[in-house]
């Protein structure tokens, strides 16, 4: 009974980083920024620590370098590339 509840909350802890990384990965760098700031305003440790003032100084957008999310701009579409679809007839 015992070895059962161990295994399933490390399984649960497993799942929890998990989750916690991908969120963290996926989120928008203003979110990013926001959590950094925040969370660096409580703690001494975490103002000194050279990853943590790269996390607060994140450029905004999505870091395509086209700068227009974070500007306000709307983003100019790409042009399509144009592709001719030859269709052969089997006898």
Request: aromatic content about 8%; overall charge positive.
């Amino acid at each position: 009974m015992m070895d059962t509840t161990l295994q399933a909350l490390l399984v649960y802890a497993v799942v929890a980083c998990c989750t916690v990384y991908a969120a963290w990965t996926l989120a928008p760098a203003s979110l990013k920024r926001f959590i950094t700031t925040a969370l660096m305003a409580g703690s001494p440790y975490l103002r000194a620590s050279p990853r943590w003032q790269a996390w607060a100084r994140l450029p905004g957008g999505c870091g395509s370098g086209c700068s227009g999310c974070s500007s306000g701009a709307v983003p100019s579409a790409a042009p399509s590339k144009t592709v001719k679809i030859k269709f052969i007839k089997h006898p």
